[in-house]
Structures are given as structure tokens and as C-alpha cells.
């Protein structure tokens, strides 16, 4: 191919085929005179930048068009300006639209030969869409890796609320009951006992802070009875009637499966329990094998979904879809003021999603 164009020298078949390739290619190609101005743009530099060739040429400064080139560590910088350098083959700048939008673009710069008035030949490329999928690729993972991190730090945190605080509190009442039966006075013998009392109740509270922070059964017994227990605490919390109706096969999922799962329900059990005025919920669980489709469905008074988006007002909701995306799953949520609230989850499966011990007791 390259042979072929040698070969076709200055003839003006050459000359036509550079110029439909300088007409036609997606990249912004643009020459500048040793003053800076641009002398000439193709096709693609208009679409880019919303300036005509009109506008451009003979008009428009390098400057009017550049912001300045991007580093690691600035957004743009104007020192070592590739109009000054010989040729940088590659580098990034920041392109200023004719409406004063700003996007990135892949850039290479190189001097024409001296002699001409053209002193410099730039071409670009738009670099905004793989930017944003970048800057999406990052938050993911950026996302996943604060969720993971929460997750690890609940469990230890609950690990040692369980085990220490809540075994040392356990020692103290073992070690009051012991006096409470000694030969003492009836007053200290009553004053015992009110401490016992205070004892039994923080124990207790460890223990739910514990639970809530994140239930040892979601890891030893698995998803179902773990959101079986949750459903108790609920109703005994609030005084609200959960109804669960599990529907297909009933398994072992990976822990991200029943970690998203069960945190997904703790927040929509937990919202419908604090907004929704209501004393009922159902959640229908099903596993379609390829899938999992959770509903979690409350009567209550309901909301705007959209004007809580725009608002921001709370990371509950923002937290389900999060935890629903990165396993590759969805979250819908549909309100409305005065007609309850249903989410639907859904989950897919992939082959090592699903263990396949049966005898596990998950039921
Ligand atoms: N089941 C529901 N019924 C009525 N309103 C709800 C329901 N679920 C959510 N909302 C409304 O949506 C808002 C946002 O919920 P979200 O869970 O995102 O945040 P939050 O509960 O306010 O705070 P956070 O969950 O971060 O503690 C709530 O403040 C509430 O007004
Ligand atoms: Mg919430």
C-alpha cells in the first residue's frame, strides 16, 4: 500500500487521494503558521470544535481553540506548548468548542519543512466517550472495593462486639450472680440486682448491635434464614407483619450474592418500616436458576423516586442499585405518593455463583 502511494509520486492521483483522505478521516487535522493562526482545517475540525473552515481559517488563533495540554498532574498547563516543540508525537489537550465547551482529544503535533508559511501540522482525536468509560471503570471498581472494605470491616467489628464486649459482659453477670447468692446485706444485695439488670441490657444490645452489623448466620447458615431472622427483629422493632414467600430452588449463593441480597433487603425492610406508614411488607424471593428475582413490596404512602435522585437526599437507595450493578443485576424502583412502593432486584447467576452443596442447612 505504502509502496503503491510512493509510486504514485506528485501526481495529481496522489494529490486527490491525500485529499479525500484529509477530507474524510475522523481526525481533526489542522496547520498553523508560524504566528499561530490557523491556515487550514478539514471537515473534522468543524464537527468537533462548531467553528466553520470559514470562522477557522485566516481567523482563528491556535489559542482560540486550545485550552492548554493535560498532564498527570494538571488539567491543562500552557508550559512546554506543543507549538514550540518539533514534534511530540503523542500527547493530550483540551479542545475549547465555538459554544465554550471544553472536552479531550488525543493529540500528535509535528513542523512542516521550513520555507512554507505553514509551520505546523496538528491532528486530533475526540477522547471524550473512552474518558467517561474510564472515569466509569474507575468508580466500579472504586465503588466495589469501599463496598467489600464495609463489608470486612462490619464483620470484624461485629466479630469483636460478640466476642469480646459481649463475652466480658457475660463474665460480669456470672461474677454478680455469684455475690448476688453470697451471705450480703439486703441492700447491697438490691443494689446487686440493679446491676445485673443494667449488665443483662447492654449484653443484649451488644448483641443486636452485633446482628445488625452483620449476622454470623448470613455466613454459617446462608441468605434465606439470615433474612428469616432479620424479618423477626423487623417485626419486633417496628411492629410491622413481613410476609415471606420463597418460590424455586432453595441454595447457597456466593458470598457477594448474599451479601448484596441481604443488604438489599435490610435497607428496603428498614426504609419501608421508617417512611411508609404501613404495618404490612411482602417479599417474594425466587430462584429461576438462571436468576434471582427479589420483590420487596410495601402499601404504604409512597414516594417520588425522581425528586429523591435529584435530591440526594439519603445513599439507601443509591446503595441498593450500586450492590445490584456490580454483580450485574438491576434494581427498579417504582412509587408513587399514596401507592406503596415495590423494588425489584434482579440477579444472575453464572455457573460459580451457586454452590452446590445441598446438604448445607439453608433452609
Ligand atoms: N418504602 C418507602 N416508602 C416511603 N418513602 C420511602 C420509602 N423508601 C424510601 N423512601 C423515601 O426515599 C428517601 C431516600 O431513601 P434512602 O434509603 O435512599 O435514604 P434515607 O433512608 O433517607 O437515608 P439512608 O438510607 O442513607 O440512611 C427517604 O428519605 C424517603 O423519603
Ligand atoms: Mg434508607
Redo the contacts with the bound molecule.
Sequence with gaps: MYAWIEELGTSSEAFSLFQSIFANTSDAILVIDKDGLIVTANAAVEKMTGWSKEELIGHRHICEVCVGMATCKEDTTCSDCFFKQVQIPSFEMRLRTKDGRQYPVAASSSQLPQGSTAKLVLILRDMSAQQQAEKERYQHKLTHYVIQAQEEERKRISRELHDGVGQALYSILVGLNVIGQSRINAQLKQHVAEIQQMAAKAMEEVKRMALELRPSALDDLGLLPAIRSLIKRVEQSFGIQVALDVRGDRRRYGPAIETALYRIVQ??M???A?????DRLCIVFEDKGGEIVLTIV?D????D?KQ?ETNG????????KERAQLLGGSVD?R?AEGE??S?FVRIPLGKGDVEDDHSRPDR
Design positions: 435497607e428496603a428498614t426504609n419501608a421508617k417512611y411508609a406508614q404501613t410495601d404504604g404512602i409512597g414516594f423516586p429523591v437526599t439519603g445513599l439507601g437507595l443509591f446503595g441498593m424502583i412509587s406503596g412502593t423494588i
